[in-house]
């Protein structure tokens, strides 16, 4: 079977890396149905992982579906730090009929497999070389919980215990967390004990607890936090001084905006004393959930225009939409900042499972001759701090500016250093003219006095007379006046184009890391570093040195375009089918295409570094 | 080009409105529209409309999508900003930069085609946001940019210029927006600058959203005799709802609309228009009575005029959302970001 067919399917690849299982090395796979709440227990079990201080990494791959489909999640647990997408699972908890097949095979040689032994497992599916470990979670549970809801997810939380004991979850950290979680509702907090105990003890007292693989606690964590991508990037948004966003509902995207929406109910909700003595609550912030993705960016243009730091997150088919106006504020030159979290194209493609394949769509898009600003996050903490800049450069140039964050990034939790905020921050609110400004010079024309950067001032409506102009998404010469003249139309464009050229010298430069004579080289992007991370720790070890290095921004810079010359090759690892990376390195930073090797990943789950491996492995032979 | 600016001829005799401007100083670049088109009546009653309601020029904010119709916010008000966008986007990009400043007075200018085909979704919803604001459908029955297709507010029977007949019913932007919880919905003919001027000022008075639909005949491509939108078909079918000035209920509290109409206009060009006259019990509050009544002219062929409905008493999407009573855009970055120590705070949740 091909690995993208099997890696459809939740199954793992074939192993290309030596077994590395032991202690704080191992990776945990749930296999589920949607909608019965195993979620809770899954996250209770990463999260207890990471308070025990050990790097850990949680992937949920869900179905777009809303119950009664499977649902697998994976856990790895790396005390060495690789926490890209496991390859193959030491223990599976396979608590779902649909998939027992799928999931018993998907266990590594010597691995074991934790099944509800209510019932029993089918002959058939009986692997010699794994472990099965039988517990009757539904008929132990049924005895003390009577409420048919409750048994449900009881069993869950029941299992949790089970793997708990079985990998040496430190059951303090584990109860610290449940009260945490349920704080004052007692008999909630007494029911989920019991049954993480019930688990716990079952599993202590019929298995050789904990396993040959296990946990111990170490100090990996410290100064961490557990965190997903999406409520970081709300959280930039906050921080930046956001106070209107416009979305419309799109899995991998719609956290953002609920994220945002609860976070300004927190941190941006103002109780005052009206004149007659009643309180009254004052947002500071306008929410729109508008009736479509086309509407979404228009209130975001138009906001923007008025002076306001706006925002929407969407997804692929939102990008796709907006398109027209996405031209519509290039061509006008008004900030817009777009949050795109990428799942798997094209059309509704697979709304559940990730991708970068919305880099050539954004880079260029809108009709006509249109080149955007993008913003490239690896992990949480890059969303939040991106998320921020992404104001400043739109208010800076005046342009769309989209952040490409993934389903990966987005939505499941990873170990991120802890954010960061300088209280000295202030915006960028680039080149705004007020009215005293207005009165110093003779006559004010929108796209006239363009600064070393290609940036002219603009003025907001609602203040001066002086500053009125008119803004229109047809031909326009410098002085903001319609035109079909051919010199006045394009004095317009080229200074958007050295405009866009000006910015790449505000955009994040990219992780390098060199090392002397290296010959080869890995470029990514975005989620796939751990993954790309971990096969160069695997070559490295085998004597083969890798330069790498990570694409932040577009426009590239020149640091960007001499790595590429300083190899011999580099290896171009990013998720999509059609090498949308390399083509754009090979379009904008003229880099020769015979010197850049497309690796992809486009299956939809998170890469693992078993499929950068053989990628370049596989290269490699190719060209030998 | 489709402006050209126009000169300034100081002429001392013109009256100053409260703030001392002139109408003059409410009008902007030289039209480039077909002579006679209905689309320069609106844009000189809007002028009109403004000077008399003394709105400082600043405070304004034009939004326009795309078509003949949509070109005209260059025609007036030239001391606001204006903002001419794409076909059919007008709606949301005006509830942006409402939503970030609500200061300032927004007036949307659309055709038909930007509103009730490609943007028929967006002022749907912009009239659920109550996004408060002038919005005008310079309707005309047919796409006047792209030279004379159909529009969806053609009625069944009219024909296009080359004598092909509409099959298809139309899309009554009034009943819509009855329909939908508009909170003010009136009807104008481009004809009539005394009935609309009127129309207009209560519209841009309104706390909330004004839709405005003003029958604009198009001479270019659908202004004949078998037209539904044309000058003469107007004229005889026209339905007169009120026809003095409207007292906005800002200023006044008897905000009653006056009922039953009067009989002759003379319109700028010397037409005339027949008139019916409104039931005596009509009442511009009442929204079933006033879908009741839009339905029932219609199906007679009679095109009701005027204020239809209004009410005064829903809340605009600032209230609905809380908003502080100053602009968003005002707030200091200092009341927008929580801070370091907050940031701190926020992460031990995420521990
Ligand atoms: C996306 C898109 N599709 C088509 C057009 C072409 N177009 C320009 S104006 C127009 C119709 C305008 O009709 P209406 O809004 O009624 O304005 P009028 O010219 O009649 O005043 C069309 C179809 C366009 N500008 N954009
Ligand atoms: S084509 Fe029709 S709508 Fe357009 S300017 Fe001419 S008369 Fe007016
Ligand atoms: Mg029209």
Redesign the pocket.
């Given at each position: 079977m091909k690995t993208e067919e099997k890696a459809q399917r939740g199954e793992p690849d074939e192993p290309a890396l030596p077994k590395r299982r032991g202690l704080n090395e191992f990776a945990l796979k749930f296999a589920t149905v949607n909608g019965t709440g195993s979620a809770s227990a899954n996250n209770l079990i990463l999260r207890s992982i990471f308070r025990m201080g050990v790097p850990v990494s949680g992937k949920n791959l869900f179905p777009s579906n809303i119950q009664g489909l499977p649902t697998w999640y994976e856990i790895r647990v790396s005390g060495e730090g690789n926490t890209s997408r496991a390859a193959e699972f030491d223990l599976m908890v396979a608590m779902n009929g649909q998939t027992y097949a799928s999931d018993v095979a998907a266990v590594s040689p010597g691995g074991y497999l934790l099944y509800d032994s209510s019932w029993p497992l089918p002959k058939l599916l009986l692997r010699p070389e794994i472990n099965f470990l039988g517990i009757p979670l539904a008929k132990l549970i049924g005895e003390i919980f009577s409420d048919s809801r409750q048994r449900i997810l009881m069993k869950n939380i029941a299992y949790a215990g089970a793997v708990a004991a079985l990998v040496g979850i430190d059951q303090e950290v584990i109860l610290e967390l449940l009260s945490e979680r349920f704080g004052s509702r007692k008999s909630l907090f007494d029911a989920n004990r019991e049954a993480l105990q019930l688990g716990f003890d079952y599993a202590e007292s019929h298995f050789a607890c904990p396993l040959p693989f296990r946990l111990e606690t170490m100090a990996g964590n410290d100064g961490k936090i557990l965190i997903d991508g999406n409520t970081a990037t709300a959280m930039g948004c906050l921080y930046a001084g956001a106070t209107v966003a416009a979305w419309y509902p799109i899995t991998p995207a719609t956290s953002v905006a609920e994220k945002f929406r609860s976070l300004c109910e927190r941190y941006r909700r103002v109780e005052e004393t009206t004149a007659n003595g009643a309180r009254e609550i004052r947002n500071n912030f306008l929410i729109l959930q508008a009736e479509d993705e086309l509407a979404a960016i228009g209130m975001v243009i138009g906001a923007s225009w008025a002076g306001a730091r706006a925002f929407t997150s969407t997804s692929g088919p939102g990008i796709s939409l907006m398109n027209e106006q996405i031209g519509l504020a290039y061509y006008t030159e008004i900030p817009a900042v777009i949050v795109d979290v990428q799942r798997a194209g094209p059309s509704t493609g697979m709304p559940t499972r990730v991708q970068q394949a919305d880099i050539m769509a954004c880079a260029y898009a809108s009709h006509g001759d249109t080149k955007h600003l993008l913003l490239f996050p690896a992990d949480p903490k890059e969303c939040f701090e991106m998320a921020v800049l992404s104001f400043d450069l739109a208010e800076r140039f005046q342009t769309p500016v989209m952040l490409l964050s993934d389903l990966d990034i987005g939505m499941n939790d990873w170990v991120i250093p802890r954010l960061e905020w300088d209280d000295s921050y202030r915006p960028d609110r680039g080149r705004v003219l007020g009215p005293a400004e207005l009165e110093q010079i003779e006559e004010f024309f929108r796209y006239d006095d363009a600064d070393a950067e290609f940036v002219t001032p603009r003025t907001l409506p609602g203040f001066s007379e002086r500053g009125a102009y008119f803004t229109r998404g047809s031909g326009h010469d410098r002085f903001g006046r319609y035109t079909e003249d051919a010199e006045g139309y394009q004095q317009v464009v080229d200074r958007l184009a050295a405009k866009h050229r000006a910015a790449s010298a505000h955009m994040p430069p990219p992780v390098v890391k060199r090392h002397p004579g290296a010959r080869f080289a890995v470029i990514t992007v975005g989620s796939c570093e751990s993954a790309v991370i971990e096969a160069i720790g695997y070559f490295a070890a085998r004597d083969l040195q890798l330069d790498y290095l990570r694409v932040r921004g577009f426009p590239f810079s020149s640091e960007i375009s001499s790595f590429i010359e300083d190899h011999e090759r580099c290896f171009v690892v990013e998720q999509n089918r059609d090498a949308q990376l390399r083509s754009l390195l090979i379009l904008e930073a003229g880099a020769p295409a015979g010197n850049l090797v497309p690796i992809l990943s486009y299956g939809g789950l998170p890469l693992t570094a078993v499929q950068v491996i053989e990628g370049i492995e596989t290269a490699w032979k190719d060209e030998a | 080009m489709t402006s050209i600016s126009k000169p300034r001829i100081p002429l001392a005799t013109l009256p100053a409105n409260e703030i001392g401007l002139t109408v003059r100083d409410y009008e902007g670049a030289m039209s480039t529209?077909?002579a006679?088109?209905?689309?320069d009546s609106v844009t000189a009653a809007l002028v009109r409309s403004l000077f008399e309601l003394s709105i400082p020029p600043h405070r304004i904010v034009k939004m326009s999508g795309i078509g003949?119709?949509s070109k005209t916010p260059t025609y007036f008000a030239s001391g606001a900003h204006g903002f001419n966008s794409v076909h059919g986007r007008m709606a949301p990009i005006a509830a942006g930069a409402n939503a970030a400043n609500r200061s300032s007075i927004h007036i949307g200018i659309s055709g038909d085609g930007d509103s009730l085909s490609i943007g028929a979704g967006h002022l749907v919803h912009a009239i659920r946001r109550n996004v408060r604001m002038l919005y005008v459908i310079e309707n005309?029955g047919?796409y006047?940019?792209t030279?004379?297709q159909f529009s969806a507010s053609a009625d069944v029977g009219s024909t296009a210029k080359h004598g092909e007949a509409n099959e298809v019913a139309p899309i009554d932007p009034v009943q819509l927006a009855l329909s939908l919880g508009a909170t003010f919905v009136a009807r104008g003919f481009s004809g009539d600058k005394a009935q609309l001027v009127p129309i207009l000022k209560a519209a841009l008075e309104h706390r909330g959203f004004a839709l405005v639909d003003v029958i604009s005949p198009?001479?270019?491509?659908?202004n004949h005799v078998g037209s539904t939108k044309s000058y003469h078909y107007v004229r005889d079918h026209e339905l007169k709802e009120i026809e003095q000035d409207f007292v906005p209920p800002m200023r006044e509290t008897a905000a009653r609309l006056p009922h039953g109409g009067t009989i002759v206009v003379t319109l700028p060009d010397g037409g005339r228009i027949r008139f019916g006259t409104l039931p005596e019990e009509y009442d511009p509050r009442d929204r079933g009575a006033a879908l009741h009544y839009a339905a029932q002219a219609q199906q007679r062929g009679e095109i009701p005029t005027g204020v239809l409905f209004v009410d005064e008493g829903t809340r605009d999407i600032h209230e609905l959302n809380s908003t502080p009573d100053e602009p968003l855009i005002s707030l200091p970055f200092e009341a927008l970001c929580p801070g370091a120590d907050a940031l701190a705070r926020f992460q031990d949740g995420f521990q």
């Open positions: - | 529209l077909c006679g088109c209905g689309h003949c119709s005309n047919v006047g940019l030279k004379g198009c001479v270019q491509f659908n």
